[in-house]
């Protein structure tokens, strides 16, 4: 019982994690608070719906979905975030523009897709369980971990040993100093976009697969709860969202497994109020993104 | 159009107005003072829920139902005040959104505000002529405050914390303060919500309400109240403006809101800041 439950923490802690990854990898580069980044999640969910409905291979769909959202992520830095770091706005002005970019992303999926549910696949996607010892899960549920999971190293990765992470971190660590020595900021943080949010749309198409399906409200109950992910791990920190994401997992599918699904919210923002006011740097530090 | 049927079309709109000019007014007192808190909406909520529970179960007459529920927002303030007394910015704004939300999923969860359902039924007694007086009221007390030591406490706190207290101020007091201002100030507009449009859910003041605040008051110009109550007011009417792009209204908020953001750098009152006014 108690083993299934871990297992099932974990599946949606993979999916937080994946998220927070996103949010976190923004916030720690730039010092804004991406508030476009559920839409992003949600959009994505949707485009891989559609080229699925075009007769794609799921892994296909998802695979394009996913470079879709990164070039989103780019377009909503040009549009809502560059003009206004040329101009030194601080950080509420950005997030305010974030705001709007979401509300004309939900636009459009509105416009395109209406209001109501769609389905990846009628009658519910082909998953065949598997039983291992006491949990049982399905193939779809094991590919969508491994995936979360494969993402996650690549993100390590690509920050710990390639020339665009090393830039990254620089920028992170501070912009000036990076530029001076030929970084190439627009670049960099354009890079930093696309992968924050093809990271973003990964976890929203994951999500959409889970539950085979996608409707427009999906990114309005992660939007908050990256937040808590975030926090628990320390703003800006990679390992920490990680952690924070499959930490938050596991206080949600344990208060419901324990009969306190209705109170399952107030529990992850009650920890996460907690920690803002005892510790707030979280668990890993606010800046191990700088020092990573 | 003759105002009497003009007023009868769009009485509801008018009565919303004056109160998200209100909760802009709430808001703008803790960005004035450097303090990005996200609560306004959550202390709405709750004056909104004990003036409708002390007027449905208690028989408050309206204005004790509206005094309870202002103290009941004050309070709260204050009690949130405490713990995130060391946090600025970002965190800040995180752990303000965080309280938020723990109070709509109690209100979602507790019998006494009818759960998920929320409540109706609410004494509708609550007329524009109300609405507009306490907003006048409330603007007319923080034209008043402007002009104390107090204001100037503020400004410098915003500016500067640290250079505050080398000049004596109490930051800490004067951020309670405006807090616990601000709070109150949210209460009035969700007590009259709940008296003016006697129906309640817990989402009516949840993360999105509070998102639209925000946006009001960084349309008009953050640390300007005037402003914040000019962008509630215009980002209130505009989607009746629009109306007419029904499909579209969404979309065309969204991009007016960039637009304003990208192009209108301190908000829309250095339209007016400029001549001195």
Same mark, same amino acid.
């Given at each position: #019982? ?7 923490? /974990?599946?949606?802690?993979? &999916?937080?994690? @994946?998220?927070? @990854?996103?949010? %976190? ?9 991406? /508030? ?5 999640? #949600? ?21 394009? +979905?996913?470079? #879709? ?15 206004? !770091?040329?101009?030194?706005?601080? %950080? @509420? ?16 999926? !509105? ?11 009628? =009658?519910?996607?082909?998953? %065949? ?20 999971? =494969?993402? #996650? ?12 992470? !090393? ?39 994951? %999500? ?20 808590? &992910?975030?926090?628990?791990? =320390? ?21 419901? +497994? ?7 919210? +107030? ?21 191990? @993104? !700088?020092?990573? | ?45 709750? *004056? ?14 309206? $204005? $004790? ?15 949130? $005040? ?70 100037? *406490? ?8 640290? $250079? ?63 402003? *914040? ?49």
């Amino acid at each position: #019982m108690l083993a299934q439950q871990l297992l099932n923490a /974990l599946f949606l802690g993979a &999916v937080y994690a @994946l998220f927070a @990854l996103g949010y %976190t990898l923004i916030f720690g580069v730039l010092d804004i608070l991406n /508030l476009a980044h559920a839409a992003i999640y #949600m959009i994505a969910a949707f485009a891989a719906y559609s080229l699925v409905a075009d007769g794609l291979p799921l892994p296909l769909a998802a695979g394009l +979905a996913i470079v #879709m959202a990164g070039v989103i992520g780019i377009l909503l830095d040009r549009v809502a975030f560059a003009p206004l !770091r040329r101009r030194n706005a601080g %950080t @509420l002005v950005p997030l305010i523009s974030s705001i709007g970019v979401a509300i004309v992303i939900g636009a459009i999926a !509105r416009a395109v897709y209406g209001i109501d549910e769609r389905h990846f696949v009628e =009658g519910g996607l082909d998953a %065949t369980p598997i039983h291992l010892g006491p949990v049982t899960f399905t193939s779809l549920e094991a590919i969508i971990l491994a995936t979360a999971i =494969g993402l #996650m190293f690549g993100l390590s990765y690509v920050l710990r040993a390639t020339v665009l992470g !090393r830039n990254i971190r620089a920028v992170a660590q501070d912009r000036v100093a990076a530029a001076l020595l030929g970084v190439d900021l627009e670049r960099t943080i354009a890079a930093t976009f696309f992968i924050a949010s093809a990271l973003g749309g990964a976890a929203g198409i994951l %999500t959409g697969l889970e539950y085979n399906a996608v409707s427009l409200d999906l990114g309005s109950q992660i939007e908050l709860k990256g937040l808590a &992910v975030i926090i628990l791990g =320390g703003m800006g920190s990679i390992t920490g969202a990680v952690i924070g994401g499959f930490a938050i997992g596991i206080v949600e599918t344990l208060a419901v +497994a324990y009969g306190l699904s209705a109170w399952r919210d +107030a529990l992850t923002f009650g920890v996460m109020f907690l920690i803002l006011v005892a510790r707030p740097a979280g668990i890993f530090g606010a800046r191990a @993104l !700088r020092s990573a | 159009m003759n105002l009497g049927t003009f007023y009868a079309q769009h009485s509801r709109l008018i009565d919303q107005i004056g109160i998200n000019a209100l909760l802009a007014l709430s808001l703008s007192v803790s960005l004035q003072a450097g303090q990005l808190a996200l609560a306004q909406a959550a202390f709405a909520g709750i *004056a909104a829920y004990v003036s409708a529970i002390a007027a449905m179960q208690f028989g408050f007459p309206l $204005a $004790a139902a509206i005094a309870v529920a202002i103290a009941a927002a004050a309070l709260a303030a204050a009690a949130l $005040a405490y713990p995130v007394r060391k946090l600025r910015g970002i965190f800040l704004a995180i752990a303000t959104i965080g309280f938020g939300e723990i109070v709509r999923v109690v209100a979602n969860n507790v019998d006494i505000t009818g759960g998920a359902e929320g409540l109706s039924g609410i004494p509708n007694d609550v007329t524009t002529p109300i609405i507009y007086g306490a907003l006048l009221l409330v603007a007319l007390a923080l034209v008043a405050l402007a002009r104390t030591k107090f204001a100037l *406490a503020v400004k410098l706190t915003r500016e500067d914390e640290n $250079a505050a207290r080398g000049v004596g101020v109490d930051v800490g007091m004067v951020r309670f303060a405006s807090l616990v201002i601000g709070g109150a100030i949210a209460g009035l507009a969700g007590a009259l919500y709940a008296h003016a449009f006697y129906f309640l859910t817990p989402t009516d003041f949840g993360f999105a309400r509070m998102e639209q605040i925000l946006v009001w008051c960084v349309i008009g110009g953050v640390t300007s109240p005037a402003g *914040a109550v000019v962008g509630a007011v215009l980002l209130s009417i505009l989607p009746e403006v629009i109306r007419p792009l029904a499909d579209y209204r969404e979309l065309t908020s969204g991009l007016i809101l960039l637009g304003v953001i990208l192009f209108v750098p301190n908000g829309l009152s250095m339209l007016w800041a400029k001549r001195g006014v």
